[in-house]
């Protein structure tokens, strides 16, 4: 790209991200005993190994912790009660990043302070409607890389976008301008809730999308908010930003979904101390993905992934012109996908380009940044590099792999051609790895059916040490009802297609006497059910209750192909999954084919309501939460670069309208037969709350039993742990009560 071409590009983006000074943090000075039983997760190491950033909800809500790695000292570093969501230390040490979540809604922001909580400041997402989330660090640590969504501009300005060159193709991710009406639906469905939760009126239009408190809350049960994280969701068990739905559309401009310009998504190289001026590194439109993963050693060329949910792309970009170098696919998943040597000269990256599953692949680089060269360095058949960290002198990588949902975790000299070493986990899966000090010791998050999510220290060449903040096994539930390991099962489809799933049988049942059970369904659809720990499994399993955990197609963990299977009409075939599902543990004798219920979360929560409707006379009842009760609603209730990503996945709102609305359980809402609880978060703008609603009021008009809790100051994600215990004993009264135990 010219010079002149960077400067319009530069000039077409809205204001830059300046620091916003805050009242320093706690510090040293506020260290609160646990109230809740805790967990910790998402930890960062500073240069020297010694200590640990990290987020724990000890005190009911994720917040910045720091603790020596190989010690019991630890401090509380910011005490705001906005839950926190990402964690990165400064190469340098003198800074600690970190996003988070203002009034536990879906917009987000990042954050920097010094170590000892002075210097507390907001460098990113201040701005009202904006939300911003992390990137890398430059490798001095003179700057961290923020992305920043701003909000469409107000109907009736017009803004030219200039597009980066070369541009990138189209595929097809702009919706063009909308017919009016074209959220309208045919049948007996009703809008409802109006715009205050974020659902949109009977004239098609959108809200506002800001946190503030919704009009309304909902009809039934109300509840104000917790102890885990909610299965699945973005936090221990799932690391990072969870839109669900969330991805973002490519490079180029296209219409949001009212026609007007979409969301526009900038990163930026930000100084925390604001001496420098930020530097632009990549932009584009209707996206939620756009991340800076890396920036190699001289500055030259940044790592960038941006795409679309499924088609997700590892860019490299020149700094000086914000010109392409390469381009290479990356799975879904993790967003930290690789690493540049320290030459620049390899990239090292995690990708499933033409392949069935993710492996470390070396792409060799020209001075542009051009790739001459791909080879496959490591890769296993049947299992998905998930995690990859590299020590800071790019010569080792830690490698940690999905084993049919467990985590499998190794060692790898990338200057020798040793073989890897592999290395014993105390659980059975890896959320995070970050290296730590110039030795190659290494830091892990670990979650597993015994435990809460906690933090481990691994001296190099040594074992693994629970670090001493972080919860003991022992701990994870009170006495006298120890948590369940569960078994996998493989059930098959009616189609053939092999499914997976872990089962988790409530002690005390005799041997081969079936039981009530619950299907529960993971969001995404792209998420795995993994064998750690849920509160909410050991709520329902201590009321008597089994739970089946299935991943149906659409999964990950199983493929590409598998991944892919629910695209289109497909989606059919995963409803039905459901009902297989079922069927195989009733035949394998595990549950009670008179006492089943679904449940399950975001997609989770779709899927519950599509189940509930074409498979009416299966389940006795069901929970949906924060679930898509009409994706033609969905479409126009939701932030615009969810929408955009979205689109991909489910179908396009405009040329597939028709197999959107034949998808929604809402137009097959009078075969609905049992009560419904719908549970959802007030601010949730990636599913709006009417989404529930209409399905709750629908429900009820055809004279079933039905209820919604509405937690408040939730977003799409539960962080709150007065709100999470909230959610689960409702949850679990309502499925005692209706499964007639």
Not at 170 to 189: I, M, N, S, V, Y
Not at 272 to 294: F, H, I, M, N
Not at 337 to 362: K, V, Y
Request: aromatic share 6%; charged share 25%.
């Amino acid at each position: 790209m010219a010079a002149d071409a960077r400067d319009r590009l530069i000039g077409a983006m809205s204001a830059a991200p300046a620091p916003v000074p805050l009242a320093d943090a706690a510090g040293t000075r506020d260290t609160p005993r646990p109230l809740v039983a805790h967990g910790c997760w998402y930890p960062s190491a500073d240069p020297t190994g010694e200590w640990v950033a990290f987020i724990c909800d000890r005190t009911g809500v994720p917040q910045l912790w720091t603790g020596l790695a190989d010690g019991s000292e630890i401090h509380l570093l910011d005490a705001d009660p906005d839950p926190v969501t990402e964690v990165s230390w400064s190469p340098d040490g003198r800074w600690i990043a970190y996003t988070v979540a203002p009034g536990g809604g879906e917009h987000t922001r990042v954050l920097c302070v010094r170590p000892d909580g002075t210097g507390r400041r907001i460098v990113a997402g201040a701005d009202a409607g904006s939300s911003a989330y992390l990137g890398c660090w430059t490798r001095d640590g003179s700057a961290v890389a923020v992305t920043v969504a701003e909000p469409p501009p107000p109907t009736g300005l017009t803004v030219r976008t200039v597009l980066p060159e070369p541009s990138a193709p189209d595929h097809g991710t702009a919706f063009g301008d909308l017919p009016t009406g074209w959220a309208e639906r045919d049948g007996p469905a009703t809008l409802l809730g109006g715009t205050g939760h974020g659902q949109v009126g009977p004239d098609g239009s959108r809200p506002d999308h800001g946190t503030g408190a919704p009009a309304g809350h909902g009809t039934g049960v109300a509840g104000r908010a917790t102890d885990g994280p909610v299965h699945g969701t973005a936090g221990p068990n799932g690391e990072g930003p969870g839109l669900d739905g969330g991805g973002s559309g490519l490079d180029g401009g296209g219409s949001g979904l009212d026609g007007g310009a979409p969301d526009r998504l900038t990163a930026y190289l930000v100084d925390p101390s604001g001496l420098g001026s930020p530097v632009l590194v990549a932009a584009e439109s209707g996206a939620a993905t756009l991340r800076v993963c890396d920036v190699s050693q001289d500055g030259r060329l940044a790592l960038v992934r941006r795409g679309p949910r499924g088609r997700r792309e590892a860019v490299v970009v020149r700094t000086a012109d914000l010109a392409t170098g390469s381009v290479l696919r990356v799975g879904d998943g993790d967003p930290w996908i690789g690493r540049f040597s320290q030459d620049g000269r390899t990239l090292w990256l995690r990708s499933d380009h033409e392949r069935q599953f993710a492996a470390l692949l070396a792409a060799t680089l020209d001075e542009d940044g051009g790739r001459v060269g791909l080879s496959v360095v490591a890769e296993r058949e049947g299992s998905d590099l998930e995690l990859l960290a590299f020590a800071e002198d790019g010569r080792t990588a830690a490698l940690a792999w999905n084993v049919r949902g467990a985590s499998e975790l190794e060692t790898l000299s990338l200057s020798t051609a040793a073989r890897p070493r592999r290395v014993p986990l105390p659980h059975e899966v890896v959320t995070r790895i970050t290296r730590a000090g110039p030795a190659g010791g290494t830091v892990l998050a670990l979650s597993g059916s015994q435990r809460r999510p906690g933090v481990w220290w691994a001296p190099p060449g040594g074992l693994s040490a629970r670090t001493p903040w972080s919860s003991r096994d022992e701990d994870a539930v009170p006495p006298g009802r120890p948590p369940v390991r569960p078994v996998p099962l493989r059930p098959t489809a009616r189609d053939g297609v092999r499914l997976g799933g872990w089962y988790y049988r409530a002690a005390g049942r005799d041997a081969g006497r079936p039981g009530p059970c619950v299907i529960h369904l993971h969001g995404g659809p792209e998420e795995q059910e993994r064998p750690v720990f849920d509160p909410l499994y050991h709520e329902l399993l201590g009321r008597g209750l089994d739970v089946f955990a299935p991943d149906v197609r659409g999964s990950s963990g199983w493929g590409r192909s598998f991944v892919d299977a629910d695209l289109g009409t497909g989606r059919f075939a995963a409803i039905d999954d459901v009902a297989d599902c079922a069927a195989h543990v009733v035949l394998d004798g595990l549950a009670d084919p008179t006492r089943l219920a679904v449940m399950g979360r975001s997609y989770g929560g779709y899927l519950t309501m599509a189940s509930l409707v074409w498979h009416p006379e299966l389940f006795r009842t069901g929970v949906a939460v924060c679930g898509m009760s009409d994706l033609s609603t969905f479409f126009a209730g939701t932030e615009p670069w969810i929408a955009e990503s979205a689109a991909h996945k489910y179908g396009h709102p405009v040329r597939d309208r028709e197999l959107l609305r034949s998808l929604s359980p809402m137009s097959r809402v009078d075969a609905l037969r049992v009560p419904l609880l719908a549970v959802h978060g007030e601010h949730d703008t990636n599913v709006p709350p009417g989404e529930s609603e209409q399905m709750v009021r629908a429900a009820r008009e055809r004279g079933l039993p039905a209820e919604m809790l509405t937690l408040r100051d939730e977003g799409h994600e539960f962080r709150r742990a007065d709100n999470r215990r909230l959610f689960r004993r409702t949850a679990a009264d309502w499925m005692q009560r209706h499964l007639g135990l």
